[in-house]
T-cell receptor, first 114, second 114 residues
Framework: DVKVTQSSRYLVKRTGEKVFLECVQD?????MFWYRQDPGLGLRLIYF???????EKGDIPEGYSVSREKKERFSLILESASTNQTSMYLC?????????????FGNGTRLTVT | AQSVSQHNHHVILSEAASLELGCNYS??????LFWYVQYPGQHLQLLLK??????LVKGIKGFEAEFIKSKFSFNLRKPSVQWSDTAEYFC????????????FGKGTHLIIQP
């Protein structure tokens, strides 16, 4: 069974801090994704990565960056955290078979920026 | 750009009632369609998916969905719900040929009263 692990379940950070959210998957998947989930807004795609060192902007990339130095690890970076980035962040992965393959999600990191 | 519309944000049903959750998408080309479920405190799980073939697809836990291309719809159904179906349900879509992420609807919060 695919396991997508997000390193923190809860995080509290101050405005202006640099924040790293880590995600690791154990199934050698090529594609990895970062979403944020907000009540009433569903899931919105921040960034995704086709493969190591590759990244693509999603629908709401502003204020975020990502890093994919190793295939199994995909990091989301908040360069200077702001209160409007308080949210649940979900990481997902998918094999390279393409768009018909489902995403496998981690448990999420609930980030609060004060 | 694709968009997904879920008609009901909150649904309350009694046990044994029949369920239908609406989902419409905007993309006109070949699509892959998914329903995900998020039980309280758990990660998103795939309920079912459609990418080709029989437009009536069956998923886990007695759920099914019907793809109606002419209506751009992919409604989720279950003939008799249980208390354990209380969860948030998300419809999602991506284009058939691409390798990008999923576009999600805003979710439907389903509460089943015993």
């Amino acid at each position: 069974d695919v396991k997508v692990t997000q390193s923190s379940r809860y995080l509290v950070k101050r405005t202006g801090e640099k924040v790293f959210l880590e995600c690791v998957q154990d199934m050698d998947h090529e594609n990895m994704f970062w979403y944020r989930q907000d009540p009433g807004l569903g899931l919105r795609l921040i960034y995704f990565s086709y493969d190591v060192k590759m990244k693509e902007k999603g629908d709401i990339p502003e204020g975020y960056s990502v890093s994919r130095e190793k295939k199994e690890r995909f990091s989301l970076i908040l360069e200077s955290a702001s209160t409007n980035q308080t949210s649940m962040y979900l990481c997902a992965s998918r094999p390279e078979q393409g768009a018909s393959s489902p995403l496998h999600f981690g448990n999420g990191t609930r980030l609060t920026v004060t | 750009a694709q968009s997904v519309s879920q008609h009901n944000h909150h649904v309350i049903l009694s046990e044994a009632a029949s369920l239908e959750l609406g989902c419409n998408y905007s993309y006109g080309g070949t699509v892959n369609l998914f329903w995900y479920v998020q039980y309280p405190g758990q990660h998103l799980q795939l309920l079912l998916k459609y990418f080709s073939g029989d437009p009536l697809v069956k998923g886990i836990k007695g759920f099914e969905a019907e793809f109606i291309k002419s209506k751009f719809s992919f409604n989720l159904r279950k003939p008799s719900v249980q208390w354990s179906d209380t969860a948030e349900y998300f419809c999602a879509v991506n284009s058939g040929g691409g390798a990008d992420g999923l576009t999600f609807g805003k979710g439907t919060h389903l509460i089943i009263q015993p």
